[in-house]
């Protein structure tokens, strides 16, 4: 199974689930990381990290170790 740190820019995935629990676990959950949502990564900073993601109309950004926590189903589009 793929994390959301396997993606590559432009990749578009569905979230599975997010792995973990506490308070990393409930922040990711209040952010929209939840089953079924849709996500497109739009790009990484200049050294990896963090990651900036799209789910929806939201754009958000998230450490490699954070994003390691969210399983993703790769989309091919």
């Given at each position: 199974?793929?994390?959301?740190?396997?993606?590559?820019?432009?990749?578009?995935?569905?979230?599975?689930?997010?792995?973990?629990?506490?308070?990393?676990?409930?922040?990711?959950?209040?952010?929209?990381?939840?089953g079924g949502a849709r996500l497109r990564v739009v790009r990484y900073a200049p050294?990896?990290?963090?990651?900036?993601?799209?789910?929806?109309?939201?754009?958000?950004?998230?450490?490699?170790?954070?994003?390691?926590?969210?399983?993703?189903?790769?989309?091919?589009?």
């Open positions: 199974m793929l994390t959301l740190k396997d993606l590559k820019p432009g990749d578009r995935g569905r979230i599975v689930d997010c792995l973990g629990n506490g308070p990393v676990f409930q922040r990711l959950c209040e952010m929209g990381f939840v050294f990896g990290d963090p990651i900036q993601v799209a789910i929806g109309s939201q754009h958000l950004s998230l450490r490699k170790a954070e994003a390691s926590l969210v399983r993703i189903e790769r989309e091919i589009s």
